[in-house]
Structure formats: C-alpha cells, structure tokens
C-alpha cells in the first residue's frame, strides 16, 4: 500500500487532533522523535465540555449566549434543549446556532433567539470543535510549546438545510466510491463548501488538513504492521465509535465499499450480521437506513475483488466484538489514538 504525501515540505510537528462524540484524541508529533514518547491526551470532547458549561448556568438560572463556530452537536444540543425546557433563554450568534440546525427557521422555532450582541446579563458559551487556547495553557504548564501545523478529524454530516443529514453524509461516502475510492483521497487542505463543519475548523485554525473521522480511524489501523502486511488480500477495516460506527472494505490502496450505523443501535449479534452481509455484498442500503443507520453501498466489482475475510477492528466501542473473534488493531501500542496516527499518516506521510 502506497499513499502520496499531502505535502512536498520536510515533516514538521503537527497537532492531531481526533473530535469524537465522547473523547477528542490528540497527538502532539514530532519528526525524529519516537511515537511512543510524544505527546498524547485523550480528553472530553468540546461538545461534552460545552454540554457542562451550559448546564452549569442552567443550574444557576443564567440565560446563554452562543457564539463562536458551528461545532459538532450531540451533548451540546442536548444541553441547550435541556436549558430551553427550564424556561431559561438561550441567545446565539447564526454561526453557532448552526450546530443545533443547518436551518435556522428551525432553529428559531425552538425558543432560541439570533443576535450578534447580546443582553448584558446572558453568559457568553464559546462553540467550536477544536480549543486551542485551552490546549496551549495546558500543554504551556508542561514547557509544552504547540506548532503551527494542525490536522483535524470531525465527522461531517454536510449541509443539508432541507433534507436529512444522515442521507446527505451518506451521499458524500457514495461519491468518494464513484471517484475510485483511494485511501490518499480521504482528506482536506481545502475542503468543499458544503463541509461546513470542517469549514469552521478551518476558520480557527487556518491551513489546518482536515478528515472525516471514520476516514481518520480506518487510516489509522492501517498502522499497524499486522494490518498494513495484509491489505493487499482485502479486509474489513471496522470502527466503532462512541457514536458512529463505521465498516470499510480496504483493499490495496483502495475503499470499495462503507457501511455507517450508530453504535447505540447494535449489538454484537446484528453488528456480526451486517458484516457478514456487508462483505458479501447483500446488506441493503435500505436495511441500514431504516434501522436508524446512515447506509450502505460497496462498488460492482467488490464480491470479485475479495473475501474481505479479515476484520478489523478499532475504536473506543471495541468491546462489542469481544466475542467476535476480529483481530483487534493496535497501531503504534495504542488503539485510541488510530485516527490521530490516521491524521499524521496524511499530513506528512513519515509514519
């Protein structure tokens, strides 16, 4: 397997930074030195950590002022319909309302209020995925300086204002198989305009490269020596995130198929059975996306091309295929950080 740098420049340390619904995952690398001495944090991701500031001023009967970027949403939201339900007001710039709805009619009809200046008593909550402030102080505590080069995963539904998210995200896997699939086209120096999600990342921290993080992690497992020696005869790549999760069928330097769910609605019994059929070809799109899931589409040629016999498996949600009898990635000695490895792998292309 062979994967074209992202960059004609010499390595140089980078920040990766992994945005999950649970954890964001970070990896300060740095050329010449050994992986397993670099930097490494796994912390509450900002939705988690927005999530907590708006329920402390919930607590405390304050009204909220949104603003900053569009973020990811999942516990931030919750947080803010949380707020709304106690009768609390809830003010918020357009482009951090935009984490709640891609339409802010919708948006409005909750009970939020859009304004660039606020009421003097509203407490300003900053959105965004990625706190570079926060991780500079911290890091600066340790005579830990960060670099200037950034690269970063989110999982981008896409805009969708008047349709589903999880149909438009779908569609977007669809056109990365159409394009042919191959794993050096799985990032971003300059993402489109309809990844608003990545767009935003890349306000606060320009010229950053950019994945998707099922992307993130499946390049990441390829990581590992027993994984990367075997890619050649076809495998599963499966990540199973603390919300999505995400199957590719990986062979040589290529996708020729995705199957995305959400890990809350399987279980070790159904996630061995859509596999099964998934590598086989006979999974339905259909099937996945009734089942609450986003999709699932393999190429024509797939069934020809393999048995994708071996699965692989990544992710903080492992633990479901415990009994499974999948070889479980390690790269690197650490399974948490594969789409950090899976970012550096893109940024520099040295490890």
Request: proline letters at 6%.
């Amino acid at each position: 397997m062979s994967l074209a740098k992202s960059q004609s420049n010499e390595p140089r340390p980078t920040l990766a930074v992994d945005v999950g619904g649970g954890t964001q995952d970070i990896l300060l690398w740095q050329p010449n030195v050994p992986i397993e001495n670099c930097v490494k944090l796994v912390l509450p991701s900002q939705s988690a950590v927005v999530a907590a500031r708006i329920r402390r001023c919930t607590s405390q009967g304050r009204a909220i002022f949104l603003r900053g970027n569009l973020m990811g949403g999942g516990a931030c939201v919750q947080a803010i319909q949380e707020h709304l339900k106690e009768g609390y007001p809830v003010y918020a710039s357009t482009g951090a309302a935009l984490t709640i709805y891609d339409n802010l009619d919708r948006v409005k009809s909750m009970g939020v209020t859009l304004v660039e200046n606020p009421p003097p008593e509203a407490t300003p909550v900053i959105m965004g995925d990625v706190d570079i402030t926060a991780l500079a102080q911290a890091l600066g505590s340790f005579e830990v300086e960060l670099p200037d080069s950034y690269a970063v995963a989110v999982q981008d539904h896409g805009f969708s204002p008047k349709g589903s998210n999880r149909l438009f995200r779908f569609r977007i896997w669809r056109d990365f198989l159409d394009r042919g699939g191959r794993l050096d086209q799985l990032w971003y120096r300059e993402p489109p305009d309809y990844l608003t999600r990545m767009l935003a990342v890349q306000r606060d921290l320009p010229g950053a490269l950019l994945m998707d993080t099922g992307a993130a992690a499946i390049l990441g497992a390829l990581c590992d020596p027993s994984v990367e020696e075997r890619v050649e005869e076809g495998m599963v790549v499966l990540n199973l995130g603390n919300q999505h999760t995400v199957a590719s069928l990986v062979i040589d330097s290529r996708i020729v198929g995705i199957y995305e769910h959400h890990t809350g609605c399987l279980s070790p019994a159904k996630l061995l059975d859509h596999l099964e059929r998934f590598r086989q070809g006979t999974l339905s799109d259909e099937e996945v996306f009734s089942d609450h899931g986003h999709g699932c589409a393999t190429i024509p040629q797939a069934k020809d091309m393999s048995s994708f016999a071996t699965v692989v498996v990544t992710g903080p949600q492992r633990h479901l295929a415990n009994s499974l009898g999948f070889y479980f990635a390690a790269p690197y000695g650490d399974m948490m950080l594969s789409g950090c490895f899976g970012l550096i792998r893109a940024a520099t292309g040295a490890i």
